[in-house]
């Protein structure tokens, strides 16, 4: 792999920064694309500042891309296609931009060193699978609605213990608060699991968990 500081030539094309080291880069502000397979088994080694000049970022853009980056997803984006980030292990982070409305399916497939991830608001569709093998979460922060997607969308995992603590408590309360029906006994003591588990990071749940908590001491509900 060669060690090089590279600034794009224009226009950019497929694989053009393939198996190449990046030190450095800025996207051209007279394109509207991403194309496909263009930092393809790459390295990168500084942030990735995509500017509102591109509309689409097309599948593949980052698939199998490495290293050790943030990159900021740009406003003027509505949709996240299929594969866009397949296996890309160079982002620990990601902020869904607002207007993001679709994140397809297998959109962040095997991004294995990705620990965080932020989606802003409520009208946005997510797809299953669309984090499939993210198996390194450790911290999702979105609406309640989306992490009740979110809870399918995780559902693949091999065992429930993969799947981040906060998500599973947020996802089937959601549904409980939602539908006002009552914890079986073992959906009892998965919950009562899960607090326990949880520990010093209750304090990122919100206000209607800790009434459910609370509800659960009242009535005895708590269970050895």
């Excluded at 497929?14 to 800025?26: D, S």
């Excluded at 290293?67 to 509505?78: A, D, K, W, Y």
């Excluded at 292990?89 to 990601?94: M, V």
């Excluded at 309640?144 to 993969?162: A, Q, R, T, W």
Aim: proline residues 6%; aromatic residues 14%.
């Amino acid at each position: 792999m060669s060690n090089t500081t590279l600034r794009p030539l224009r226009p950019l094309r497929p694989y053009m920064f393939q198996n190449k080291k990046l030190l450095t880069f800025r996207f051209p502000t007279n394109i509207d694309t991403i194309c496909a397979y263009i930092f393809e088994y790459s390295k990168v080694y500084c942030d990735l500042i995509i500017p509102n000049n591109i509309k689409q970022i097309n599948p593949y853009a980052f698939k199998d891309m490495g290293g050790n980056c943030q990159i900021r997803l740009p406003s003027s984006i509505t949709e996240l296609n299929p594969y866009t980030f397949l296996r890309c292990t160079a982002i620990k982070t990601i902020r869904i931009p607002l207007n993001v409305k679709i994140i397809n399916c297998y959109a962040f497939e095997d991004c294995s060193y990705l620990e965080e991830l932020y989606i802003p608001h409520h009208q946005i569709e997510v797809f299953n699978y669309s984090f499939k093998g993210c198996n390194n979460l450790k911290r999702v922060l979105a609406p309640d609605n989306v992490i009740s997607v979110l809870g399918g969308v995780f559902s693949y995992y091999k065992k429930m213990s993969e799947v981040p603590l906060e998500m599973r408590l947020r996802t089937y309360l959601f549904w409980k608060i939602k539908y006002h029906h009552s914890l079986c006994i073992s959906e009892e003591k998965e919950f009562i699991h899960l607090v326990l588990l949880c520990g010093e990071r209750l304090d990122i749940l919100p206000t209607e968990i800790w009434i459910l908590i609370l509800e659960f001491i009242e009535f005895g509900n708590i269970m050895e």
